[in-house]
């Protein structure tokens, strides 16, 4: 069996497809770096899902075992991580969380950060946020962002590729954050820059993640109220290490 063809998220062979990816990237040609070529490219090798997500309203292309990715090599894998083609269980908590209560965005200026496949930004706009921009310091994700809009009839959010975690804080009413707490450091570096955001523009924050060891152990989560919990479908639980529920989290450095 080839790599992709054990890949699922979260799992142990995501991890092992990502290693071998970082392996051959540099070796790898220039032939599919426009857009109009990546967006050809997720074309022929991503599916429309969303069915048996906790959002079944958004329409996502994401990777399936239809998908020819799912069993080739990962060394002909022509980009960056594919993070952007698993809709992870953190975000699918965030966007339902937004679905369900809409007034959270609506005529805010919201900030998906982390954004993969746009789900979250995607939720944003559906809940009538007045200004929308995703930020994925990959460029594929951007492209996958944009296409995830268009299936879903909405104009494209604003695509950000540069790295926002330790810039000076924007004029975000709401910063939103899926499945961003997976490594410490990662975590570490985020805690300090959204401390930052809450205390000079009073930004609102919402986290969602399905209970990551590097997130239930961080300094972070002692700062964090609790909104929303919600059980995690069948095929999600399976492909996620038996975890049962995601949740929706607000930071309250006052706590």
């Known amino acids: 069996m080839t790599m992709f063809g054990l890949l699922t998220p979260q799992s142990r062979y995501f991890k092992v497809f990502i290693?071998?990816?970082?392996?051959?990237?540099?070796?790898?040609?220039?032939?599919v770096s426009s857009e109009l070529n990546i967006r050809s490219f997720i074309v022929e090798n991503t599916e429309v899902v969303g069915e048996q997500s906790l959002t079944p309203e958004i329409k996502l292309r994401l990777f399936t075992p239809n998908c020819r990715f799912w069993r080739e090599r990962p060394e002909h894998w022509p980009f960056d991580d594919p993070y952007w083609a698993i809709y992870w269980p953190g975000g699918q908590a965030l966007s339902r969380y937004l679905l369900d209560n809409p007034a959270v965005c609506r005529g805010k200026t919201v900030l998906d950060l982390g954004s993969g496949c746009g789900a979250s930004a995607i939720a944003a706009k559906l809940?009538?946020?007045?200004?929308?921009v995703a930020n994925d310091i990959d460029t594929v994700a951007a492209v996958a962002t944009h296409m995830n809009c268009e299936l879903n009839g909405l104009e494209p959010a604003v695509c950000l590729s540069n790295n926002m975690?330790?810039?000076?804080?924007?004029?975000f009413d709401l910063i939103l954050l899926g499945d961003m707490f997976y490594e410490e450091a990662l975590a570490t570096s985020l805690h300090s820059w959204l401390d930052r955001c809450i205390r000079t523009r009073g930004t609102k924050v919402l986290i969602g993640d399905p209970g990551r060891a590097q997130f239930e152990e961080h300094g972070i989560r002692r700062l964090l109220r609790q909104l929303a919990q919600f059980e995690l479908p069948a095929c999600v639980r399976e492909?996620?290490?038996?975890?049962?529920?995601?949740?929706?989290?607000c930071y309250r450095p006052e706590l």
């Open 239 to 249: 492909e996620n290490y038996g975890l049962t529920c995601s949740r929706v989290w």
């Open 127 to 132: 809940c009538g946020a007045a200004h929308v």
């Open 19 to 31: 290693k071998a990816c970082r392996q051959t990237r540099r070796t790898r040609c220039s032939s």
């Open 165 to 171: 975690i330790g810039s000076q804080p924007g004029a």
